[in-house]
């Protein structure tokens, strides 16, 4: 974890009060007041830290110096610490092991054992997402990875807002401060019950819906309005019936033959893989819809982010 900037604070807080012009004390004369301390010898200080004893006794003196205290009772030959010394010690010992800790967090999000990667998406983009976390966490079992819900005409501002790092989208942003990756193209499948009177088929024309009963996403989208516009070209009537709020649910009703839907192929792969769904296409209708992951173009992502999106890459076939 990162240290406590707080923590840190305070002590920084308590060793200015009490020595006064402390702030040209650098952690470098800290390093040798704890090593000097700990090892009760110049000679040896010097020999641990690598540099010459005169080099370390002129560190000491200068510390000393600035803080405006003798550090080490020098009528003794073992290191002893003088109070002041020991209040000085003491604080240095927690700056010296904070800095070790800040140090160590920050390698580890390098490392990747250590962080965490947000993302926002809809209720289709989700979808997406599901196998690069799958491949991402088996990869990096320590990073924690946020999923935001979020509505696809907002995604864009979620991400330069700083919201989330990461966004997943069908449609390129018109936003020059954002890039966007392709990562995958997926399509409108019309799926039906297996038992339903269209279910052996592959393909089917616009006409021969005309008499069906269509369970419909009851948010507004460019690819509704589309299907509507495409069903009034052929002069076939649209009888969406129900409407509901959410995929889950359209494909549940869809399944008890309640009626059919048109959905994103992403959204119904595994139930028709399964067989509790069937595919089909619309002949007249090719709506693909290109996902993208999208974020900050001048912004410097983490590690974990970077990774993540390496990892959609990767899946993706995308070598760019």
């Known amino acids: 974890m990162f240290p406590n900037r707080g923590n840190l604070n305070v002590i920084i807080g308590v060793v200015l009060i009490t020595f006064g012009n402390i702030p040209r004390v650098d952690i470098n004369q800290l390093e040798v007041l704890v090593t000097v301390a700990r090892e009760r010898s110049f000679s040896r200080a010097a020999e641990v830290m690598k540099r010459t004893q005169p080099a370390i006794s002129q560190a000491i003196r200068r510390l000393e110096e600035e803080v405006g ?38 390698a580890e999000l390098k490392d990747l054992t250590f962080g965490k990667v947000t993302i926002s998406a809809n209720e289709h983009t989700v979808f997406y997402l599901l196998p690069i976390i799958a ?28 919201e989330v790092e990461l966004g997943v989208i069908s449609f390129t942003p018109h936003d020059e401060s954002i890039r966007a990756l392709h990562v995958m193209t997926d399509e409108l499948v019309l799926v039906v019950a297996p038992t339903h009177r269209l279910a052996k088929k592959k ?19 460019p690819y509704r309005q589309r299907v509507i516009e495409m069903f009034e070209q052929h002069k076939t009537r649209l009888n969406i019936a129900i409407e509901l709020p959410s995929l889950e649910a359209i494909k549940r009703l869809v399944q008890k033959g309640v009626g059919v839907a048109l959905v994103p192929r992403l959204t119904a792969t595994e139930e028709i893989r399964k067989g ?16 993208n992951v999208i974020y900050r173009r001048n912004s410097e992502l983490s590690h974990a982010a970077r990774a993540f999106i390496e990892t959609a890459k990767r899946l993706s076939g995308d070598s760019n």
Do not use: W
């Open 203 to 221: 393909a089917v024309s616009i006409r021969e819906l005309g008499d069906e009963t269509f369970v419909a996403h009851n948010a507004p989208s």
């Open 69 to 106: 205290e003798k550090l080490f009772d020098r009528s003794s030959k073992d290191g002893t610490l003088t109070l002041a010394g020991e209040i000085l010690y003491n604080h240095a010992r927690q700056m010296i092991n904070l800095r070790h800790h800040a140090t160590t967090a920050i």
């Open 276 to 291: 509790s769904l069937k595919g089909l296409t619309v002949k007249e209708m090719k709506l693909e819809r290109r996902l």
């Open 135 to 162: 491949e991402f966490r088996n990869a990096h079992p320590q990073i924690k990875i946020e999923v935001h819900r979020g509505v696809a005409s907002r995604i864009p501002k979620q991400v330069t807002g700083r």
